[in-house]
């Protein structure tokens, strides 16, 4: 029988192109969520990201590979929380009918 964790850890070498991938796992999550997560999420994904460190660091050699896939999901998920966070604008808190005047200062 195959051991699907070693086969990874086999093919430890070669599984660093898929880093991108996880990480954008990991964003999908972040904005295929209904409404914007609170404090508990972004907590949760840094607690992942602990976690998935120390796997890839002290944890068992077949464990490795699902450890970095952790962690770098958890990253993407943080690196979109942060990104939201940095272009957040204020939002009117109820519905405005009526004209709108601006200036174009440039383009």
Known sequence: MVDPLRVLAEARG???VFAP???AAGIGVWLG???EPGLW???GAALAALAGAAGLARGPEPMRVPAAAILCAAVGVLACALRAERVEAPV???RYYGPVEGVVVGV
Request: hydrophobic residues 65%; without cysteine.
């Open 21 to 23: 991938v996880a990480m």
């Open 14 to 16: 070669h599984l660093f």
């Open 41 to 43: 999420l972004h907590l």
């Open 92 to 94: 009117l808190g109820f």
């Open 33 to 35: 969520l209904e409404k």
